[in-house]
């Protein structure tokens, strides 16, 4: 909530090396606080390559990685170039964007409260219904984003669509792996981290090549698709209950 409009404020002053040298410090003093605060956990059992080999074969898993590359890097093609959207696409003014990503922050609470909710009854629904989100807000901004109020209630509505993929996605890996949770805990964060990479270096590529909109289709593709595999898995899954 407070990290992306801070770092947006801190950077717009002072510039973008001050804004990474506070990101810095704090995480040092989080890095502290882990080891002195934090108890150590019991290990269930013991994690063997054959372990992860065999959760590399397990389908359902497979669908949430790729689940999670879609969504993360989609949103993070776009999301990396949100102020010159907001400042050259919808016409903010520069010192209302910190303002405008606290807004992105509080929905994104709201949604991930509200996924929370429903994530672990209806797991495939809960993604589904965030891949639409993520898939509506680049519609918001091509129709209805070439104005401060347009492009904030876009903006608002992809921080309530993203702020359900961390915890929609986590409870999909639970669910499919429920007897090798740290494993799938760990090819999620590895995925995760993956797509913003990569959802970043694609935004910036085709910013280069085709202009600052191109982000907003980039993400509306990827989220497409996200919805295309988890509706394929939603319907796997009630025809293999029927059978049974």
């Given at each position: 909530v407070l990290g992306v409009p801070l770092g947006a404020l801190i950077g717009g002053m002072a510039g973008w090396r001050w804004a990474f040298g506070g990101m810095a410090i704090v995480s040092a003093l989080v890095l502290a606080?882990?080891?002195?605060?934090?108890?150590?956990l019991p290990v269930s059992h013991s994690t063997s390559p054959r372990h992860v080999a065999a959760q590399l074969r397990n389908r359902r898993l497979q669908i949430g990685l790729l689940l999670t590359l879609l969504l993360v890097g989609g949103h993070f093609a776009a999301f990396t170039f949100v102020r010159p959207l907001?400042?050259?696409?919808?016409?903010?003014?520069?010192?209302?964007?910190?303002?405008l990503l606290f807004g992105y922050?509080?929905?994104?609470?709201?949604?991930?409260?509200?996924?929370?909710?429903?994530?672990a009854r209806h797991t495939t629904r809960t993604i589904i219904a965030i891949a639409l989100g993520l898939l509506l807000t680049p519609v918001l901004f091509l129709t209805l984003g070439g104005t401060p109020a347009g492009g904030g209630a876009a903006l608002i509505v992809w921080g309530l669509a993203y702020g359900g993929v961390s915890v929609g996605l986590m409870t999909w890996m639970m669910r499919a792996a429920p007897h090798a949770m740290e494993i799938a805990a760990a090819f999620y964060v590895s995925v995760f981290n993956v797509g913003i990479a990569l959802g970043a270096w694609t935004g910036g590529q085709l910013v280069d090549r085709h202009g600052i909109t191109a982000?907003?289709?980039?993400?509306?593709?990827?989220?497409?698709l996200a919805v295309v595999v988890a509706l394929a898995c939603r319907l796997t899954e009630t025809r293999a209950r029927v059978v049974s």
């Open positions: 606080l882990h080891m002195i605060v934090l108890p150590a907001l400042v050259s696409g919808s016409g903010v003014a520069a010192e209302w964007v910190g303002a922050g509080l929905a994104g609470i709201a949604g991930n409260f509200l996924a929370g909710t429903v994530a982000v907003l289709w980039a993400v509306g593709t990827c989220a497409a």
